[in-house]
């Protein structure tokens, strides 16, 4: 299993837009196959900075999501959207 947790934080005045694109994607990746949990969360020391938490079924189901239509929608309103680079971590895990 992988769990992988992002962040990102808006540019100025951006925030309500990048919330809007992440609620996009939400629903079409949990139907992906493999997903097991993804969402996106407000970090309560900075408000303008949204985490993400998925968790995959294994590489190869976070592998094809990234190479989803919605995926790459989101990537694309997004690069407009944050400041700087965002991160990421990829932690696999055991059952």
């Known amino acids: 299993m992988l769990i992988a947790i992002g962040s990102a934080r808006a540019l100025p005045g951006r925030r309500d ?22 969402g996106f969360y407000a970090d309560i020391t900075d408000p303008e900075t949204i985490v993400s938490v998925e968790i995959w079924r294994d590489k190869a189901a976070l592998d ?32």
């Open 64 to 95: 094809a999501h990234m190479s989803h239509p919605h995926t790459q929608t989101f990537l694309g309103a997004a690069a407009e959207l944050v400041d700087g680079i965002p991160t990421v971590a990829i932690y696999d895990v055991p059952r």
């Open 17 to 38: 837009d990048l919330v809007a694109a992440a609620s996009e994607i939400v629903a079409g990746t949990r139907r992906d196959d493999g997903c097991e949990s993804y």
